[in-house]
């Protein structure tokens, strides 16, 4: 067990800066998932706490030890990789011991330990095969098994469950929760699947171009997003947006007006809104809601438990011609009820629950307000 | 074709042709029903031709180091006599077992020094990605077909140390093991370059790093993991080196004087029997085959790993 500290760690390759000034703190035997788009410097943030790269600027601490200039055997982690990279001419018992053995251990601790590491990941009877005998999960298995039978103080995971089906996706999902709340270890945790993120860790990191953009339990990610970028990351389907303005606490876009924001500067915003926070007026809901939207429907999408509406807002002055706003970005996905009575091309009315609107500086990106607290207060 | 007047009503025009037509058209019509018996008989005729073209000669040194040298004139097919002291003979009259050795020496040398710079050239042209990598890739591809020919007036120069470089002349190399040493470990050293780079490439990655994590260091990691999952690829390319160089002809003919106590390897030996007044043809015969057991062995327990590290480099690329 430990804690992991990042102090304006950098990683430049020539003039490319792949990790920028990332400073994170994650408290012992908390489980914290790095994620964010491909590229965007989660894999190389992990590479430098294990030691696998050297980063250019920085000081990592692990357990308040600097361990900046160790190499990753001397930092007492252990590490999941996406391929899962198991030796493949040792059996399972000895991938799971290598590390053990390599550092002298004896034959007795090895043989507790790796009982113990097949206990908690129901590999009995596996222990001789070779990795090539063994199903995807059973490898999955083993390399987790490879790296807690040395009992690391910090447990790196780089996107362990990509090579899996989906079922066994969400399977082992719940069962690294299981290993790491049982092991009370701490663990990082780098994927670019936001679901897996939200189901899985205390906090998520949310990293984009190198830079970290939020740091939060995930409903605090979910629900106040810190900029544009997170709120379209977090979520799925992806939240919506409209490019308007500011003026005399009235918020106006091309497609509605709301009034009675809390902002007074005149200026260039963007307002966020879920899909789920989106509600046709006659919703019974429809009392807590502001703003006002005339558009049709274009396309139908249910999937069960939900049905996504895609919506063509009618452009102002009702000019909906054809070609006009039919832009993918300029549908506003509304996700209702599957019970709920729309067809498509329909025209309808929907209206945005207040207490979930974000307001977005349009410039920076940074988030201004989360929910429209006072009464709508409705001008003539 | 026996076809009853009923399989005739079925297909009347096909079988009506098959009955009236001469033989040669008949097997033409069986062979375009049947494909199958055809590239089968092919095969076998392939594989005739084949076992034929390469088992031939061999059987014929048999047959002349088994007739006696005075009745070898004229020969037939089969031996005019049997001799079978010849194959103790050869190491009688020249130390042939010394050429022997020779050969097995060099050869062991050659494959030491191609394993040893081939192994650490294909590592790092397998798992690294690095600024000029295919050109120096296509480099050594393109010096490995230069024709040696052009190399040896140069590099007898050399190894006779008539090359002075800074007033120093270079080493007398010539009737050592070095002069053919080095000049067939760089010719096979493109070759085993290339097998390794594709069998180091097809280890996964992530192993180095797993092991790194786990307590290696990078050494540690090298000879732990990748040392044991590269030595099929290495023992392939070990054997590959040992067969060519042992069989090379151009320089180790050219680069030593014949005599087994300057390093002559084995066709010198066979030479040895060529006398100015007369040659012992059975016991050259004799000499050939026995030179050959060597690598037949090598290549009887080795070929299966031959044939699957090659195959493998070449498939999974």
């Not at chain 1, 500067?265 to 046709?280: C, H, K």
């Not at chain 2, 050494?219 to 060519?244: D, N, Q």
Request: net charge negative; hydrophobic share 45%; glycine share 8%.
């Amino acid at each position: 067990m430990g804690s992991v500290n990042l102090e304006s760690v950098n990683k430049r390759y020539g003039d490319i800066t792949a990790v920028d000034d990332i400073k994170i703190d994650v408290a012992d035997g908390e489980f914290l998932s790095l994620v964010g788009p491909s590229g965007c410097g989660k894999s190389t943030t992990l590479e430098m706490i294990s030691g696998l790269t050297t980063q250019s600027d920085g000081q990592i601490y692990i357990d308040d030890e600097d361990v900046t200039a160790l190499p990753p055997k001397d930092r007492n982690i252990a590490m999941v990789f996406q391929n899962i990279a198991l030796f493949p001419h040792m059996d399972v018992f000895d991938n799971m011991s290598y590390g053990l053995r390599i550092r002298g251990a004896d034959d007795d601790i090895i043989d507790r330990r790796v009982d113990e590491a097949v206990e908690i990941l129901r590999l009995d009877g596996m222990l001789d095969r070779m990795p090539s005998e063994l199903s995807g999960g059973q490898r999955q298995r083993v390399a987790i098994g490879r790296a807690i039978v040395r009992d690391p103080e910090v447990f790196l995971m780089d996107e362990p469950l990509a090579n899996l089906d989906a079922k066994l996706r969400v399977h082992m999902r719940t069962e690294l929760q299981r290993i790491q709340r049982k092991l009370d270890v701490t663990a990082i945790y780098v994927t670019h699947d936001q679901e897996e993120a939200m189901t899985m860790s205390d906090r998520i990191a949310i990293l984009n171009d190198g830079e970290l953009q939020q740091i939060d339990p995930p409903l605090t990610c979910y629900e106040e997003p810190a900029n544009v970028f997170v709120a379209g990351f977090i979520g799925s389907p992806s939240m919506n947006f409209i490019e308007g303005s500011i003026d005399d606490y009235r918020f106006e876009s091309p497609i509605t007006t709301i009034d009675a924001v809390e902002l007074d500067e005149p200026s260039a915003v963007t307002l966020g809104i879920r899909p789920e926070d989106i509600y046709p007026a006659d919703d019974p809901r429809a009392d807590r809601t502001v703003g006002s939207v005339r558009a049709s429907v274009d396309v139908i999408e249910p999937v069960g438990e939900r049905m996504f509406v895609y919506l063509l807002p009618d452009a102002p002055g009702g000019q909906s011609t054809d070609g006009a706003v039919a832009l993918d970005g300029d549908h506003l996905l509304m996700s209702v009820d599957p019970d709920t009575d729309i067809a498509e091309n329909e025209e309808l009315d929907v209206t945005f629950d207040q207490s979930s609107i974000h307001l977005f500086e349009t410039a920076t990106g940074n988030a201004l307000i989360h929910g429209l607290k006072r009464e709508p207060t409705p001008r003539s | 074709m026996g076809a009853s007047p009923d399989e005739t009503a079925v297909e009347p025009e096909a079988e009506t042709e098959t009955e009236t037509n001469n033989v040669l058209e008949r097997t033409a019509q069986r062979a375009i029903q049947d494909p199958d018996t055809v590239y089968r008989w092919l095969t076998y005729v392939g594989i005739g031709f084949f076992v034929t073209a390469s088992l031939f000669p061999f059987y014929w040194l048999f047959v002349l180091a088994l007739t006696p040298n005075e009745s070898i004139a004229g020969m037939g097919v089969v031996p005019k006599g049997f001799n079978p002291g010849a194959f103790l003979e050869v190491f009688e009259v020249v130390p042939f077992h010394r050429y022997m050795l020779n050969s097995i020496a060099i050869a062991a040398f050659s494959t030491v020094i191609v394993l040893t710079v081939g192994s650490i050239a294909g590592y790092v042209f397998g798992r690294y990605e690095f600024r000029g990598r295919l050109p120096l890739l296509f480099l050594i591809l393109v010096i490995s077909y230069f024709p040696p020919v052009a190399f040896l007036i140069p590099l007898f120069r050399l190894f006779t140390g008539e090359v002075a470089l800074f007033g120093i002349s270079s080493p007398q190399l010539y009737n050592t093991p070095w002069s053919i040493v080095m000049p067939l470990s760089a010719i096979t050293m493109p070759l085993i370059i290339f097998l390794l780079t594709t069998f180091y490439r097809q280890i996964p990655d992530g192993l180095e790093d797993a092991a790194r994590v786990e307590g290696s260091t990078r050494i540690g990691a090298l000879r732990r993991i990748i040392v044991p999952l590269s030595a099929p690829g290495v023992a392939t390319a070990g054997i590959l080196t040992f067969i060519i160089v042992y069989n090379e002809f151009f320089f180790s003919y050219l680069m030593v004087n014949g005599t087994a106590d300057n390093w002559s390897p084995v066709l010198h030996g066979i030479f040895a029997f060529q006398g100015t007044q007369q040659v012992a043809y059975n016991l050259m015969a004799a000499a050939s085959i026995i030179g050959v057991i060597p690598m037949a062995v090598l290549v009887m327990i080795a070929q299966e790993r031959i044939v699957s590290g090659l195959t493998q480099g070449a498939l999974k690329e």
